[in-house]
Nanobody, 117 residues
Framework: QVQLVESGGGLVQAGGSLRLSCAAS????????MGWYRQAPGKQRELVAT???????SYSYPVKGRFTISRDNAKNAVYLQMNSLKPEDTAVYYC???????????WGQGTQVTVSS
């Protein structure tokens, strides 16, 4: 059993910063890509950023230049540094990791990020 524990969400004013953390624990091996999704009320879940096992990162257009994804393979952790936050960044953020065995993909419980005007 694998658990993804997220932290770092909260309430911040526009222009502020937050750093999300997600650590995987349990029977883990062969972790591949990791990343972050987000879902705002009334909207589809969208991919925010991904990072490969070799630390090659990709970002969705709305967050490019503002967010930075990173990982620590020794800790089985992934992070999302969010700067210059905007109200439209308000969403529940979910971390994910891909593995080579069933269920192949694990999801965190989600952490709320609220950006006020």
């Amino acid at each position: 059993q694998v658990q993804l524990v997220e932290s770092g969400g909260g309430l911040v004013q526009a222009g502020g910063s937050l750093r999300l953390s997600c650590a995987a624990s349990g029977s883990i091996f062969s972790i591949n890509a990791m990343g972050w999704y987000r879902q705002a009320p009334g909207k589809q879940r969208e991919l925010v950023a991904t990072i490969t096992s070799g630390s090659s990162a990709s970002y969705s257009y709305p967050v490019k230049g503002r967010f930075t994804i990173s990982r620590d393979n020794a800790k089985n952790a992934v992070y999302l540094q969010m700067n210059s936050l905007k109200p439209e960044d308000t969403a529940v953020y979910y971390c994910i990791c891909n593995v080579d065995v069933f269920p192949f993909e694990y999801w965190g419980q989600g952490t709320q990020v609220t950006v006020s005007s």
